[in-house]
Every structure is written in structure tokens, then in C-alpha cells.
């Protein structure tokens, strides 16, 4: 135990010279053996200082008392005046300045252990040390003194407190420690904390001191600090001081380190014009410093360095830059700072600007008086549209949509005379305005519903050519089909009545077996074994009565003549007229027809019409023709 307590006393008052071997001598004057270090003893003021001891006797010497002095080198012998400490109570002489401070290792004397402990060191301290034994059975009552001497010096005081820190982080409680230099037993030294924050004035803390009982003479004074750690604290300085006896102090001074981290920022404009530059820094102020990367919204890897951007990052900071920005720069960037083990993000929507823009499309129409302008603008912030037209009149409406970076703005008033308007569209943004003149397009109010409708269907060129080409085609195809017709009329319109023949067999003006049809007649087939003949009606196309049947006869056996030889026969044929004109009726009554005042009233208007109207197309000579060939029927026998 003792040998603990020694080595431990020894290695505390003798930091200054670590490394250094403690060399220690026996001397053995008549029997009396003392042994001592050799060398000095270097001690701290402030500290103690243990002055290692140990010797024998001859056997017959009983040790009552010990006694250490301290006096100078050059002095041969020391006296009572020297005496320092004394296991004799009762010693008066003990000087002054020692007396509490001086302390033996080992009380036991038998155990021939003389170490001695000397407590609240100052420089005075300094010098050597001498032993002296007593034994009441000794020839001399004054005992025996030991010649060969030890010396101490006390240097100033050079060792400092130790502070211990634990792991600091943000919002957990922690304690600091500050534990006193030396492990001695004498006077509590008085152990202070200051706190010196960033910038901030000097706070002092006197913390409690907590002493540990090492060993019967050693001890160790400590003192606590306790708070809850904060951004605040980190990097801040807190000092241990501690003071002893004699106005002596030492102290350290330690930085403090916390593990925290602050939310990241973005600085920087996020609002730049095309064809700048794009500077955005993100910062977070963390401890250990955070890993800080930038993303783009819409893009699954980090920004790097490149032709497009330049990114420089610093400790807790990383900025980035994009020369010349377009459109398409726009958009939302992450900043994303990994810490320990979190990792917040922060974010700023840039927004790219451009000049305000007049598009294709605007223009102005105008239709009768009314004129209407459109202007179409687009650009970043969203441009205004503004019409220098309306100061020049009073009664107009405008109405403007708009449409992400797009607005429309329509105009319309009334302007009599367009040939004299200029309209001018005026847009314009915090970075710049456009003008542009508009044409004007003229539109013709149409006369009709149905003009209109016609010129969205001819609208097209080659539709208008199509079209005109039809109606040409259609209005000749009428004509001469109206001509045919007409043609068809004359040669079968003058015969007012279908006649009815019953022809010979020297010389038949129709053929057996031949039937001759039109539309409008009835048609013969020849009797077989020389059978009468009989009429049969031709189906009724028109489905309603016919005014006048004709018979179909070949002229082509028949010889023209002239109108005076028609003339002289017209008399003989008006009884046989009569008669087929009225055998018609008969027929017409028996089937259900109209009465014959009334057909025939109908069939000489219908055929006065026809006849004037075919002698404003049929010549002369062919009229005097036609006269003469369908006169009567004794005519056409008579040329047969």
C-alpha cells in the first residue's frame, strides 16, 4: 500500500521532470542507515511535493519520534530553529509556516518508513531537507542525525486542470468535469468555469467541487458543469480555472463542439432575364460541415459540373451557376444537405423572363362599320396590352384572356372609314414592350342568306371552276332537249285527233304486222286471215286522260303537194272528220272521260298554243308543208 501511495505522490508532484529516473542513495554512518533520492526533488508551487524516506537502526534502538528540518545547503548541521515537523506533539518549535502542511506516509515508525508529504507548496519551500531519529534508550537524547541531506525545489506552477468533454449534441443534456492538478491533501483549491460564448461577454460559473479520497494523504478535487447543449454552444470556449493557496492558479481552456445542424437556405436571385446568368448559393450551417448537392425538379441525377453549369462548393456552402439562361432553365432547384443521419431539403422555383412578344394571328377584321382587332402577346412576368386606338374614341369594348405566359386581348368599336385607321398593338412587361401595326382584313356584309352560303361553298378555286362548268353543261343539255321537244311536237301536234283507218288490200297505208308506237298514240296490229283490224291503247305512261289520240302513220309512202292542191280536197273530207271526232267521243264517254263541249274547248286551246308557239321556231315553208300534209284524210288517200 504504501508503495501506491509513494509512486502515486511521486508521479503527481514530479510531472515536471517525467522521464526522468529517481536515483536514490544509502548512507550508513555507525549503524544508522538512511536512504534518500540522490537528485533534486522538483516540485510545483501550488502542489506538494513527497520527499521519499526510509531507514534502519541497529537492533538494540528503539525509534520513539522523528524529526525533519529544513535549512539552507551551506549549513552544516541544522537546529531546533529548522524544525518543520516533528511526531513529538508536543514540539513547540515546529516553525510556523509548516505547521498543517507537513505529513508523514506511514504513521507506523516501526515500519522505518521517514516519507514525508508537504502540502500548499510556495517558492519558499525550496531548499534541503534533513532527518533526525530519537530513541529515549539513545546515549544522546538528542538522537541521531542523519547527515546526507535531500533538496526540493518548487518551480511555478505549470500543470493544468483537466476537463473532459462527452459528445455534445444539439438538444441533450450534458456535464463537463474539470478535475485540479495534483492528488494532495491539503487545502481545497477553489475551481471556477467561464464560459465565453461568440462574440459575447464573459460569463463566470463557480461550480461545485467534489473531492475524492484517494489514500490516507491524497486526494482529487473536481468540479462539474452542466447544461443542455445548443447550436449556440458550439465553437464557444469554456475555461476551468483553479486557484490554490498562495494566490497561485492555473486553468484550461477547451472548445466546445456540438453536433447540430441548422435548416439550409437558398440566396440568390430566382428571378433572372434570358440571357443572364443564374447565381444560387445553398448554405447550412451544421456541425460536422453537411454534403450539399443540387437537383432539378423533373431530373433523376445531381447537378454537376459541366458546360451547362459550375458548381463550387465550399465548406457548408455550394453554389450554383448557369451562364446565359434560357426558357427551359425555368423550374424548381433542391438543395439537399446530408447530415449525420438526417438530410433536409430546401428548394427555389427560378423563373426564367423574357421579353414581351407579339405572336402570328393578330390582326383586325372589319365588317360594315364594326372593326375588330385581336392581339396576341406572350412573356414572362405576363405581358399588358395596350391599344393607342381607343384615345381617339370614346365607345369601344376590350376583353382579355388569359392563358399561362399568353394573353389575348380583343378589341372592337365602330370606325366608318377603314381605309384611314392604323391599329397598333402595344405589350409590353417589366423587361421591355412590343409594338406591332395589324393589317386589316376587309369582309363584305352578304346581301342574303343564301350568298353566304354559297361563298363558303365556292370558296375554293377549283370548287368555283366545278361549278360554273355544271351549270354550262346543265343549261345546253336543257336547251336541246327543250328543242327535241319542240322538234317532236310539231310534227304530231297539228293532227287533233287520232285517226282511225280501215285500209284496202290493193294498196294498205299500213303494213300487217307492224305496230308504230308514241308516247302519246294508240297503235294498230294488222288482223291475221284478213281480219278487221283493232285498236288497242298504248299504256298510259302519265297515268291520267289524254285531250287527243293520234294514229301512227308512215308518211314515207305519202307525196307532197301544195297547199292549193290540199285546198280542193279539204271539202270532201269534213264529213269523215266528223266522224272519227266523234266515235273519240263515244269512247271517251264510255270509259268515264269529260264532256265533249269541254275536251274540245280544252283540245283547240291546247293545240292554238302549240301551234303559236311552233311558229315562232318552224319556218314558213316547212308550216305550209305540215298544212298540207295533215289537211284531211281524203288529201292523204287521194296522193296515195
Known amino acids: 500500500m504504501f508503495v501506491l501511495i509513494w509512486a502515486t505522490l511521486l508521479f503527481s508532484v514530479r510531472g515536471s521532470n517525467a522521464g526522468a529516473s529517481v536515483r536514490e542513495r544509502q548512507y550508513c554512518p555507525y549503524g544508522f542507515c538512511i536512504t534518500l533520492t540522490e537528485r533534486e526533488i522538483t516540485a510545483e508551487a501550488g502542489l506538494c511535493v513527497v520527499i521519499p524516506c526510509s531507514f534502519t537502526t541497529p537492533d538494540s534502538v528503539i525509534i520513539q519520534h522523528t524529526v525533519w528540518y529544513k535549512c539552507e545547503p551551506n549549513k552544516q548541521r541544522c537546529d531546533d530553529s529548522d524544525i518543520i515537523f516533528d511526531t513529538n506533539k508536543n514540539n513547540r518549535n515546529v516553525q510556523p509556516g509548516f505547521k498543517g502542511r507537513v505529513s508523514l506516509l506511514e504513521s507506523d515508525q516501526s515500519q522505518k518508513n521517514c516519507s514525508i508529504v508537504i502540502n500548499d507548496l510556495t517558492a519558499s519551500d525550496s531548499g534541503s531537507y534533513q532527518l533526525r531519529v530519537k530513541d529515549v534508550q539513545y546515549w544522546n537524547p ?15 506552477l505549470s500543470q493544468k486542470p483537466t476537463v473532459m468533454i462527452p459528445p455534445l449534441t444539439e438538444g441533450q443534456q450534458t456535464t463537463l468535469t474539470c478535475t485540479a492538478p495534483g492528488l494532495c491533501s491539503g487545502s481545497v483549491p477553489t475551481i471556477t468555469w467561464m464560459w465565453r ?28 458543469l452542466t447544461f443542455n447543449s445548443s447550436a449556440e454552444h458550439h465553437g464557444s470556449n469554456v475555461t476551468c480555472k483553479v486557484s490554490f493557496t498562495g494566490d497561485t492558479t492555473t486553468e484550461e481552456t477547451v472548445t466546445l463542439n456540438v453536433t447540430y445542424m441548422k435548416k439550409p437556405g437558398i440566396t440568390g436571385d430566382a428571378i433572372v432575364k434570358e440571357g443572364d446568368t443564374l447565381n444560387l448559393t445553398c448554405s447550412v450551417e451544421s456541425f460536422p460541415p453537411s454534403l450539399i448537392t443540387w437537383t432539378k425538379l423533373g431530373l433523376n441525377t445531381n447537378l454537376q459540373n459541366g458546360i451547362d453549369a459550375d458548381l463550387q462548393n465550399d465548406t457548408g456552402l455550394s453554389t450554383l ?3 446565359n439562361v434560357t426558357a427551359e432553365h425555368s423550374g424548381r432547384y433542391i438543395c439537399t444537405a446530408k447530415h449525420v443521419d438526417s438530410t433536409p431539403t430546401v428548394y427555389v422555383d427560378v423563373t426564367v423572363t423574357w421579353f414581351a412578344k407579339i405572336l402570328n394571328g393578330s390582326g383586325c377584321v372589319a365588317q360594315s362599320a364594326v372593326l375588330t382587332c385581336g392581339c396576341i402577346s406572350q412573356g414572362v412576368p405576363l405581358p399588358t396590352i395596350k391599344w393607342p386606338l381607343m384615345k381617339n374614341h370614346n365607345e369601344y369594348s376590350v376583353i382579355t384572356t388569359v392563358s399561362n405566359h399568353t394573353v389575348n386581348s380583343t378589341i372592337t368599336l365602330t370606325v366608318k372609314d377603314h381605309s384611314n385607321t392604323a391599329v397598333e398593338c402595344v ?107 283493232v285498236e288497242k291503247e298504248a299504256p298510259d305512261l302519265d297515268g291520267g286522260p289524254k285531250d287527243a289520240e293520234y294514229a301512227s302513220i308512215d308518211f314515207s309512202v305519202l307525196k307532197k303537194r301544195s297547199a292549193r292542191g290540199a285546198a280542193k280536197k279539204q ?47 318552224v319556218p314558213e315553208e316547212e308550216e305550209a308543208e305540215d298544212a298540207a300534209l295533215y289537211s284531211n284524210v281524203k288529201d292523204i288517200m287521194g296522193e296515195i
Do not use: W
Request: aromatic content about 4%; glycine content about 6%.
Open 142 to 156: 538528542n538522537g541521531f542525525t542523519f547527515s546526507f541531506r535531500t533538496t526540493v525545489s518548487v518551480k511555478d
Open 197 to 224: 460564448g461568440t462574440g459575447k461577454n464573459d460569463s463566470h460559473i463557480t461550480g461545485d467541487i467534489m473531492t475524492e479520497n484517494l489514500a490516507a494523504v491524497t486526494q482529487r478535487h473536481s468540479s462539474t
Open 321 to 323: 451557376i448557369i451562364p
Open 427 to 533: 405589350s409590353s412587361n417589366e423587361n421591355g414592350e412590343a409594338k406591332e401595326k395589324l393589317t386589316i382584313i376587309q369582309m363584305n356584309m352578304p346581301e342574303q342568306e343564301g350568298q353566304s352560303s354559297l361563298l363558303k361553298i365556292v370558296s375554293r378555286l377549283d370548287i368555283i371552276i366545278a361549278f360554273l362548268t355544271g351549270v354550262l353543261l346543265s343549261a345546253t343539255l336543257c336547251c336541246l332537249a327543250k328543242k327535241c321537244h319542240r322538234e317532236k311536237q310539231k310534227s304530231s301536234g297539228n293532227l287533233d285527233v287520232t285517226l282511225e283507218m280501215v285500209t284496202t288490200h290493193e294498196d294498205p297505208l299500213i303494213h300487217a304486222g307492224q305496230a308504230v308506237e308514241d308516247d302519246q298514240t294508240h297503235y294498230q296490229e294488222a288482223p291475221k286471215d284478213g281480219a278487221e283490224a
Open 571 to 617: 271539202e270532201t273530207t269534213e264529213t269523215e272528220y266528223a266522224e272519227i271526232k266523234r266515235e273519240e267521243k263515244v269512247e271517251r264517254q264510255d270509259s268515264g272521260g269529260v264532256p265533249d263541249e269541254v275536251l274540245e274547248c280544252k283540245e283547240e286551246e291546247s293545240v292554238i298554243a302549240e301551234d303559236e308557239e311552233i311558229k315562232h321556231c
